[in-house]
């Protein structure tokens, strides 16, 4: 139709149809279509508040309820057409409603404006998101501490600058992971803190001049509280930076310990099998068996940030309030929940199939002067200062490495000639052994502080 006029819900003053590629360049249903469930959840709460408030009957109310759960049902069947000339996920839906109920309908967006409602759908996923990625932590917290538990007692190298620096259990190694995904958990709580704060009333900008009931919305919703300002509400994505910062810190510390997995995998280290139905062959090199998971999960970390920066790229520079730039929050906090609740569930489920090869992790510990520090240790207890100590062990350790020996191939007599304090009870303290488990300090790798560890994990987990 030539010059036809806007079809549009926002058309009344417009004398021109919108330009098509300006619709394919402006849509964003495409993507926020995922919010479906949380526009009509919203949308539900917002009408019983307009009834209790007089601006809808209670027969308007009962049909733009009914309206809105046939709405869900067609999205959820599939048989939902959405529209691209209705730009998003809101249009999509009260057009529909208005379709399918008539006047009712159009009454909907009273005292709203599609800026609080993206900012209210936003925060009603995030806040599932937050408990949904708070599951996936937990089972891979779990994960290490059922191996944690099943390797207890059994050594392996701890190293610094990836140099074998002290030994320590491989308990004390997978529990540093429950703690590390443990703060993320508390990372995520705290976020929903802020995201569980209603918008809605905020509507364009200003707020509005019909008479609400915020807090009636908010209590609908579950939210904690409503938001104080309503020009900062509409133009507001802290909240969802914040959680995809919280994602990129998961993502950082899945990727860190996928780096440590495809290490230990190589046959350089050998100290862990990852199941075989978690690798993949190569198409060339018949004998190969790849980590690809722990690879790919450390390249989707470049994702995750990338997410991060653009919403934080997005942010600068607005100014208050809504700007439509907004609309480009969406596809970067998809992108990252997708990619982060995908990486926490298939680790949790590789860690579950893991086996460490505990005698090569063992044998590790037992060349390159791993227990040096014991021996400073041990000479600190018979008062000779650290720096001293430092200097007489450094001596020992090249002239091992002369003799092309361990410091415990050394015989008491040879010790001696380093410090005179040495006696027969320094083969104990050298031991890998003895060394782990004289590191009793509050949070070291001796078995007994682990096994506390373990043991309030498990508690905290509501394991065994
Ligand atoms: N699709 C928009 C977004 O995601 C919704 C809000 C649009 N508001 C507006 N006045 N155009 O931000």
Same mark, same amino acid.
């Given at each position: 139709?030539? /010059?036809?006029?806007?079809?549009?819900?926002?058309?009344?003053?417009?004398?021109?149809?919108? &330009?098509?590629?300006?619709?394919?360049?402006?849509? +964003?249903?495409?993507?926020?279509?995922?919010?479906?469930r949380?526009?009509?959840? @919203?949308?539900?709460?917002?009408?019983?508040?307009?009834?209790?408030?007089?601006?809808?009957?209670?027969?308007?109310?009962?049909?733009?309820?009914?309206?809105?759960?046939?709405?869900?049902?067609?999205?959820?069947?599939?048989?939902f057409?959405?529209?691209?000339?209705?730009?998003?996920?809101?249009? /999509?839906?009260?057009?529909?409603?208005? =379709?399918a109920i008539?006047?009712a309908?159009?009454?909907?967006?009273?005292?709203?404006s *599609?800026?609080?409602?993206?900012?209210?759908?936003? #925060?009603?996923?995030?806040?599932?998101?937050?408990?949904?990625?708070?599951a996936?932590?937990?089972?891979?917290?779990r994960?290490?501490?059922?191996?944690?538990?099943?390797y207890?007692?059994?050594?392996?190298? @701890?190293?610094?600058?990836?140099?074998?620096? !002290?030994?320590?259990?491989?308990?004390?190694?997978?529990?540093?992971?429950?703690?590390?995904?443990g #703060?993320?958990?508390?990372? %995520?709580?705290?976020?929903?803190?802020? %995201?569980?704060?209603?918008?809605?009333?905020?509507?364009?900008?200003?707020?509005?001049?019909?008479?609400?009931? *915020?807090?009636?919305?908010?209590?609908?919703?579950?939210?904690?509280?409503v938001?104080?300002?309503?020009? =900062?509400?509409? @133009?507001?994505?802290?909240? &969802?930076?914040?959680?995809? +910062?919280?994602?990129?810190?998961? !993502?950082?510390?899945?990727?860190?310990?996928?780096e440590?997995?495809?290490?230990?995998? +190589?046959?350089?280290?050998?100290?862990?099998?990852?199941?075989?139905?978690?690798?993949?062959?190569?198409?060339?090199?018949?004998?190969?068996?790849?980590?690809?998971?722990?690879?790919?999960?450390r390249?989707?970390?470049?994702?995750?940030? @990338?997410?991060?920066?653009?919403?934080?790229?997005?942010?600068?520079g607005?100014?208050?309030t809504? /700007?439509?730039?907004?609309?480009?929050?969406?596809?970067?906090?998809?992108?990252?929940?997708?990619?982060?609740?995908?990486?926490?569930a298939?680790?949790?489920?590789?860690?579950? /199939?893991?086996?460490?090869?505990?005698?090569?992790?063992e044998?590790?510990?037992?060349?390159?002067?791993?227990?040096?520090?014991?021996?400073?240790?041990?000479?600190?207890?018979?008062?000779?200062?650290?720096?001293?100590?430092?200097?007489?062990?450094?001596?020992?350790?090249a002239?091992?490495?002369?003799?092309?020996?361990?410091?415990t191939?050394?015989?008491?007599?040879?010790?001696r000639?380093?410090s005179?304090?040495?006696?027969r009870?320094?083969?104990?303290?050298?031991?890998?052994?003895?060394s782990?488990?004289? #590191?009793?300090s509050?949070?070291?790798?001796?078995?007994? *502080?682990?096994?506390?560890a373990?043991?309030?994990?498990?508690?905290?987990?509501?394991?065994?």
């Amino acid at each position: 139709m030539e /010059n036809r006029k806007s079809q549009k819900l926002w058309g009344g003053r417009f004398e021109e149809a919108t &330009a098509t590629s300006v619709e394919a360049f402006t849509e +964003s249903i495409s993507y926020d279509k995922r919010l479906y469930r949380y526009d009509i959840e @919203g949308s539900k709460a917002h009408a019983t508040m307009l009834a209790a408030n007089k601006l809808l009957s209670q027969d308007e109310l009962a049909s733009i309820v009914d309206g809105l759960s046939a709405i869900e049902t067609k999205i959820e069947e599939g048989t939902f057409s959405f529209k691209s000339e209705l730009e998003d996920i809101h249009m /999509n839906i009260e057009k529909a409603l208005i =379709d399918a109920i008539g006047p009712a309908g159009a009454k909907l967006h009273s005292a709203r404006s *599609r800026n609080d409602q993206i900012a209210l759908d936003l #925060r009603l996923y995030l806040r599932d998101q937050c408990d949904g990625f708070t599951a996936l932590l937990d089972d891979v917290r779990r994960a290490f501490v059922v191996l944690a538990r099943k390797y207890m007692g059994q050594v392996m190298p @701890g190293y610094t600058h990836l140099q074998r620096a !002290q030994p320590v259990l491989i308990a004390h190694h997978m529990m540093a992971y429950y703690e590390m995904f443990g #703060r993320d958990k508390e990372r %995520i709580a705290d976020c929903r803190k802020r %995201i569980n704060i209603l918008p809605l009333g905020a509507a364009a900008m200003a707020g509005t001049g019909l008479p609400i009931d *915020r807090e009636m919305v908010a209590e609908l919703l579950d939210f904690d509280a409503v938001t104080a300002n309503s020009m =900062d509400t509409s @133009g507001d994505r802290d909240f &969802a930076i914040e959680f995809v +910062s919280c994602c990129t810190m998961i !993502q950082l510390h899945l990727s860190r310990l996928s780096e440590e997995l495809v290490l230990w995998s +190589s046959q350089e280290f050998s100290f862990v099998q990852i199941a075989d139905k978690f690798c993949t062959g190569s198409s060339i090199m018949p004998q190969k068996k790849n980590p690809d998971i722990p690879e790919l999960i450390r390249g989707k970390s470049g994702r995750v940030v @990338g997410s991060l920066m653009s919403l934080i790229t997005l942010m600068k520079g607005l100014p208050l309030t809504y /700007n439509r730039d907004l609309q480009e929050d969406k596809e970067p906090v998809f992108d990252a929940v997708d990619t982060v609740s995908a990486s926490l569930a298939i680790m949790a489920e590789m860690l579950g /199939n893991l086996q460490f090869n505990t005698e090569r992790m063992e044998d590790a510990t037992k060349t390159g002067f791993i227990t040096a520090t014991d021996l400073a240790d041990y000479l600190v207890l018979h008062n000779v200062p650290f720096r001293d100590a430092h200097g007489i062990v450094g001596r020992a350790v090249a002239s091992c490495i002369e003799k092309g020996c361990e410091l415990t191939d050394l015989s008491l007599e040879e010790m001696r000639e380093f410090s005179p304090v040495i006696d027969r009870d320094i083969f104990e303290v050298l031991s890998v052994k003895g060394s782990v488990n004289s #590191r009793k300090s509050t949070g070291g790798t001796a078995s007994a *502080r682990v096994e506390e560890a373990v043991r309030t994990a498990e508690k905290q987990m509501g394991m065994g």
